[in-house]
């Protein structure tokens, strides 16, 4: 055990003397997570989101409503717009979504027939879009139940006798009063809405996912030297000295998971540091989460390197592995906003619960139970993800 | 011969597939020898020193090592070993002094002891200087004489080394070989692969010839060119010769063959060293008056062009001419 410890050791000793380690486990990650920000709104977090608001031909009074209700939330900045204008001005960039009102939205919603608000998104304005998104399914949630309420009312009264007009207008009114104010300030704020208002900010997002891509890049780095000491004849020598295989592979893993650690670690002490990242108030369950994705990253590497057989070979398919996985799990864009099915695919990759368990630590302020889900799954890739590489390691041809 | 027998092989074979890498060897290398491999690129030098150092399990045959068994004693008998593997076996950017600390921890060198056995180490490959530097920074010369110190960090009872001069200087291969001279004086059994002939005179004790996967021959030098019948040739060039010292020289019975052409005498004979003298003696007191004396000792080489019909020679020369371009190309 204590020869284990000495390879571990050794490999931290070379890694960390290696210029090319640090920068790809540190500098890296943190200058894309700054262009990033630079590019998608910069320390301040999101200032204010553009919304091009079409209204509907017949409809000038909802329209209107409709621009007054998001111009009292500060965060919009809604112009009023024809739809054509509004699809422009999402694809220039111009507006981060637009919102397109149907025909008939108030009849809709008063007869509790079907309607659709759509929301369009500029693509590159992920987390304004997604936020304008989140906004209109909670107006749509509000509406659908100010309709039930408002036909409820209807009913009652008539059932007595004729409405008038004017009745008719000053009862739509309420409701509509009725709508945003359960919009706007809902009387059962349940922990994720609350959460939504947190502060959402671009370094907030990327810092997390880069850190787990690059981390995953560090630790192939890492577990390629179980290619290079076999080709560079240092694991010759070992195996000539008493020092078993065992140990070797013991050593090989211990020392990716030190290095992964402290990888993630620094990663997040650093975010705090030059960003301003909240982690959140549960310094314990971002300690266990950390430690859980470097194991999970640490783990998923040397699997690769096990199957690969040589140096060269783990670097090529690990790359194309961690950038294809990472695609999908979202280590690179917010996959939020991709449909459920793909995010049902993310589901499958290390990234897509590495980010979860992040992203709920930083926006909504989770502790150990809220994350439990995440760490659990991580840690249960682990264990399957080290037993293989141990198995593959052991009984392959590998290390020969 | 010297001690006992400190590694045995008896009948070792190894193939990989259809191959027979090592096929049926067997030799004893003693306490106390140095022992050379010889033979070719391809013979089985190095697959014969895997099993040996427990790499590869042999196919078939066993192997010894101070009596430990290497596939069923491993982890004892790798403790007895230093291994100096053909290739630069360390880590490059780590310091000269890490790299023999790491080595020194796999073999479990107490840590009280080690920096002084390191110490000790860098000063007998003469680098204690240079201790602090990255390996990657050293020149090859430089590089093998670590590497052969971390072959030797726990002080084992036989050093394998596996061609330790390839494409180096030769500057530095003469340091090499004498550094494997004072080790071995001092005590330490070596097995010594090569394919340079001069190498293998210059160290070995006794030699083992090796060529596709066989061992053909096992002896001192003087032993491999008696056995094939190859005999030492004296040149002497001398005023004053005749046909009495012809037939003098002819009675003698380690003598094999005499011709004379006016002033110059050819003399065949297996043993060289006591009979130079009393030729010399023996034309002052006829009167001649020797002018020059040459004498062509037969080597490994004789012997292995006689055993396998092929130079070794010619090999190890293409193998320096190409070093020399690369150099100039490189
Ligand atoms: N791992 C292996 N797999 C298959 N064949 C091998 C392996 N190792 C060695 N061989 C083959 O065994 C034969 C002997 O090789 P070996 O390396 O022992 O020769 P050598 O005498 O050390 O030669 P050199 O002077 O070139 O180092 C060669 O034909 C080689 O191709
Ligand atoms: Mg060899």
Redesign the interface.
């Known amino acids: 055990m204590?020869?284990a410890l000495?390879?571990a050791i050794?490999d931290l000793?070379?890694r960390i003397?290696?210029r090319n380690t640090l920068v790809l486990m540190l500098l890296l990650p943190i200058g894309l997570t700054a262009i990033i920000g630079f590019a998608f709104g910069g320390d301040s977090g999101i200032s204010s989101i553009g919304v091009a608001l079409v209204g509907p031909e017949d409809g000038d009074l909802l329209t209107n409503a409709a621009a007054g209700l998001l111009s009292q939330v500060e965060l919009f900045d809604a112009e009023v717009t024809t739809e054509d204008e509004a699809r422009e001005a999402v694809a220039s960039g111009r507006k981060s979504a637009a919102i397109v009102l149907p025909e008939g939205l108030i009849d809709a919603v008063l007869e509790g027939a079907p309607a659709e608000i759509a929301v369009l998104q500029d693509p590159a304005s992920g987390i304004k879009a997604r936020i304008v998104e989140t906004m209109v399914e909670r107006f749509a949630t509000s509406a659908s139940a100010g309709g039930i309420v408002g036909r409820a009312i209807f009913d009652a009264v008539e059932a007595e006798r004729p409405i008038t007009e004017a009745e008719r207008w000053q009862l739509t009114g309420w409701m509509f009063q009725w709508m945003y104010e359960t919009w706007s300030e809902p009387a059962i704020a349940i922990e994720e809405a609350e959460a939504e208002t947190r502060d959402v900010d671009v370094h907030s997002y990327f810092a997390p996912s880069f850190a787990v891509l690059f981390l995953l890049f560090t630790m192939l780095a890492s577990a390629k030297t179980i290619h290079e000491e076999r080709e560079?004849?240092?694991y010759?020598?070992?195996?000539?000295?008493?020092?078993?295989r065992s140990t070797f592979i013991a050593g090989k893993l211990m020392g990716s998971y030190a290095l992964a650690a402290v990888q993630v670690l620094l990663l997040i002490v650093l975010g705090s540091l030059l960003f301003g990242i909240d982690w959140g108030s549960h310094p314990v369950a971002v300690i266990v989460m950390a430690l859980v994705t470097a194991a999970g990253a640490a783990s998923l590497a040397i699997v690769i390197a096990s199957v690969a057989r040589t140096a060269r070979q783990t670097d090529n398919v690990g790359t194309a592995f961690i950038l294809m996985m990472s695609l999908l799990g979202g280590s690179m864009w917010p996959i939020e906003q991709a449909p459920a099915s793909f995010q049902n695919v993310a589901r499958f990759t290390f990234n897509y619960w590495a980010h979860s368990g992040f992203k709920k630590l930083v926006f909504y302020d989770a502790g150990l139970a809220g994350i439990s889900q995440e760490i659990l799954i991580i840690l249960a890739m682990s264990i399957v993800f080290f037993g293989a590489s141990v198995l593959l390691l052991s009984r392959r041809q590998v290390l020969? | 011969m010297r001690g006992e027998p400190i590694i045995e092989v008896d009948g070792l074979v190894k193939r990989y597939g259809q191959l027979v890498a090592v096929d049926a060897v067997s030799f004893v290398v003693n306490e106390g020898e140095i022992f050379g491999l010889l033979g070719p690129n391809g013979a089985g030098k190095t697959t014969t020193i895997s099993v040996l150092s427990c790499l590869t399990p042999p196919t078939a045959g066993t192997a010894k090592i101070a009596g430990l068994d290497v596939t069923r004693n491993s982890l004892a008998a790798r403790s007895k070993i230093g291994v100096v593997p053909q290739e630069i076996a360390l880590y490059p950017t780590l310091t000269a002094r890490d790299n023999l600390v790491f080595w020194g921890r796999m073999y479990g060198v107490p840590e009280r002891t080690l920096a002084e056995r390191i110490d000790e180490l860098l000063s007998v490959v003469q680098l204690a200087e240079r201790a602090g530097g990255r390996i990657d920074t050293f020149s090859g010369g430089m590089k093998r004489r670590i590497n052969i110190a971390a072959g030797l960090i726990h002080r084992p009872d036989v050093l394998f080394l596996d061609e330790p001069t390839v494409g180096i200087d030769p500057q530095t291969r003469r340091s090499i070989l004498d550094l494997v001279k004072d080790l071995n004086a001092s005590g330490l059994t070596v097995l010594y692969t090569t394919h340079y002939l001069e190498e293998a005179e210059f160290l070995c004790d006794r030699v083992g010839i090796m060529d596709e996967g066989k061992m053909l021959a096992i002896g001192t030098r003087a032993e491999l060119t008696t056995s094939i019948g190859a005999t030492t040739s004296i040149d002497v060039r001398a005023d004053g010769l005749d046909d009495s010292i012809v037939d003098w020289l002819s009675s003698l019975e380690q003598v094999t063959d005499v011709a004379r052409d006016g002033d110059d005498l050819t003399i065949n004979t297996t043993a060289e060293a006591n009979l130079l003298p009393v030729i010399v003696e023996r034309l002052a007191a006829g009167g001649a008056k020797v002018h020059s004396v040459d004498v062509k000792v037969p080597n490994l080489e004789s012997v292995f062009l006689h055993l396998t019909g092929k130079s070794l020679r010619d090999e190890g020369d293409q193998d320096a001419a190409a070093t020399k371009t690369n150099a100039l190309h490189g």
């Open positions: 204590m020869k000495h390879i050794k000793r070379i003397r290696d560079s004849g240092t010759g020598r070992l195996m000539a000295s008493p020092v078993g020969t």
